[in-house]
């Protein structure tokens, strides 16, 4: 093959002047277009072949709908169809023992797709870890009752961002201000602290439970420490379960009155009779090995598609049969539902272009004066090196235990020749 090393060129120059060059019949399609599985590791998962089976006729048939609710889905998905493949673009490169040519696609780096999801995933807990100081956290999960979850559909970075401001707005709410009733006024009367204490958390949106409905709410993980603006730093490991729950439920419901005016008033009233001790807040003490683990438990959905490949028992290209374990029982269910069915169940959870899932609160947000005085969890000296381990080669070879960049014939290593976008 002609030397091409460093050069970049485009899918159509490719095919007009280097294609007849290589082509066999195991490169190439007949069209000239690539073989995505020569000379690849790459396998498409299942989820992605529901895709491809199936997409293009389910938009065709509900585009006004998807349009509407999830105007980024078409992009997405085709997306993830073409993950690793030729129209995404490709790399060569050439084996320098056997002259075997290798073609490394582009992958797509969609939060729905099962490879790419879990990369997001791992480099959001290592910005998470590299950001959190050497203390211990604590997990506090805000949850909503089931008559609200409709109202967080659509749209969609509208309503998440008020279930976010809610959480923020309590945990804020829980350090700085206590309620007492007066027997005077026979009201509650608020005491704001003397010292204004600022917390440190991050907050992980998540839109599904293990059946894959609809079920948004916020994991936290709260740093048990708290700032003074007297520049005093204080543990904080006291949690009152009952207030947490209350405040949460007022703040919500006093936001989404807002938003949603005089309409939402019976809502609002019918769940405050009926939700007497507020909404379910978990803010149990939970034992994690180290915090590590526990960013990884929250950070799992935020980063991939709803439901591993692993859990989707049979795909006969027309239904699709899926299992899960119930939350509350651990009872064991099977679900059978057509593909066209199964790929709306996945598109509710797909998350607007550029909408942060994962957020930064309180003294994590920026840099504070205290900062260089505070015992980072990650030392600076290690940052760089954790992060070159992200990169694709090592996260390959630490994963799968090969290199991606070695000929699949005679494990040699590779050249780079020519990159077609």
């Not at 069209?31 to 396998?43: C, H, Q, R, T």
């Not at 019918?270 to 683990?293: M, Q, S, T």
């Not at 505070?374 to 600076?380: G, H, N």
């Not at 994963?399 to 020519?418: E, G, T, V």
């Amino acid at each position: 093959m002609d030397d091409f090393s460093n050069q970049k060129v485009s899918l159509c120059f490719f095919k007009e002047n280097i294609l007849p060059d290589i082509y066999n019949e195991n490169m190439f399609f007949s069209d000239g277009s690539l073989n995505p599985k020569y000379n690849s590791f790459k396998k498409t998962g299942t989820i992605a072949q529901i895709f491809d089976d199936h997409w293009h006729s389910v938009y065709f048939k509900y585009k006004d709908i998807i349009d509407l609710y999830r105007p980024n889905a078409d992009y997405e998905i085709n997306k993830i169809i073409d993950c690793y493949n030729k129209d995404l673009g490709f790399s060569i490169y050439e084996c320098p023992e056997c002259h075997d040519l290798v073609f490394i696609g582009n992958t797509c780096k969609s939060r729905l797709c099962s490879s790419c999801g879990y990369k997001y995933k791992l480099e959001r807990v290592e910005n998470v870890l590299q950001t959190a100081y050497k203390c211990k956290h604590r997990q506090i999960v805000f949850t909503i009752p089931k008559e609200l979850r409709k109202f967080f559909f659509y749209p969609f970075d509208e309503m998440i961002d008020i279930l976010f401001k809610a959480v923020h707005d309590t945990i804020y709410s829980i350090l700085n201000e206590s309620y007492k009733f007066s027997k005077k006024s026979k009201k509650l009367i608020k005491y704001l602290s003397k010292i204004k204490y600022t917390p440190g958390f991050f907050s992980f949106l998540h839109t599904f439970g293990r059946d894959l409905k609809w079920n948004p709410h916020i994991h936290v993980l709260l740093a048990e420490i708290k700032l003074g603006n007297n520049d005093t730093v204080v543990k904080w490991n006291y949690f009152n379960y009952d207030a947490l729950s209350k405040r949460f439920q007022i703040i919500l419901l006093k936001l989404l009155s807002k938003k949603l005016g005089k309409n939402f008033d019976i809502v609002k009233n019918n769940l405050f009779n009926k939700y007497k001790n507020g909404f379910y807040v978990y803010a149990e003490p939970k034992k994690f090995k180290n915090l590590k683990d526990g960013i990884e438990y929250v950070t799992r959905y935020c980063g991939r598609v709803p439901i591993s490949e692993n859990r989707i028992i049979n795909y006969d290209g027309t239904n699709v049969t899926f299992c899960y374990n119930d939350h509350y029982d651990n009872s064991y269910h099977e679900v059978t539902v057509s593909a066209e069915k199964f790929i709306f169940i996945i598109l509710r959870h797909l998350i607007p272009s550029q909408f942060k899932i994962i957020r930064y609160n309180g003294f994590y947000r920026k840099k504070h004066k205290l900062h260089d005085k505070m015992f980072m969890l990650i030392p600076e000296i290690k940052k760089h090196i954790r992060k070159t381990f992200l990169k694709y080669e090592l996260s390959v070879l630490k994963s799968f235990n090969r290199n991606p960049y070695n000929c699949p014939n005679c494990d040699a290593k590779l050249k780079f020749i020519l990159e077609v976008t």
